[in-house]
């Protein structure tokens, strides 16, 4: 059974920093693009990273320069390092996996191309 679990979350001060873990199992990673995606109260989920079966990176413009995106397929693992972070990036931030169907460059950040989801981890970015 294919499953995704978050890890890392927590509270930080403004200006901060964190290193979200996502760890996969019950499938192959290195063929699947995993994304990264986030809800704060009161809003939709949005994209925030991917990152390709192939390393291929994509962020979303509020996080760019901040976050990085990393994997780790030998320990079916995908990373986020989250710099400089702000009140606004206070969500719920979930990870999630899409088989490589358009081929090993593929990063999507829209919801609908992802078929598996973690079921998140709390992020709180406060003073």
């Known amino acids: 059974q294919l499953q995704l679990v978050e890890s890392g979350g927590g509270l930080v001060q403004p200006g901060g920093s964190l290193r979200l873990s996502c760890a996969a199992s019950?499938?192959?990673?290195?063929?699947?693009?995993i994304g990264w995606f986030r809800q704060a109260p009161g809003k939709e989920r949005e994209g925030v990273s991917c990152?390709?079966?192939?390393?291929?990176?994509n962020y979303a413009d509020s996080v760019k320069g901040r976050f990085t995106i990393s994997r780790d397929n030998a320990k079916n693992t995908v990373y986020l390092q989250m710099n400089s972070l702000k009140p606004e990036d206070t969500a719920i931030y979930y990870c999630?996996?899409?088989?490589?169907?358009?081929?090993?460059?593929?990063?999507?950040?829209?919801?609908?191309?992802?078929?598996?989801w973690g079921q998140g981890t709390q992020v709180t970015v406060s003073s």
């Open positions: 999630a996996a899409t088989f490589s169907r358009h081929g090993p460059l593929w990063s999507p950040l829209r919801l609908d191309d992802y078929e598996h």
């Open positions: 019950g499938f192959t990673l290195g063929y699947y693009a």
């Open positions: 990152i390709s079966s192939a390393g291929s990176r």
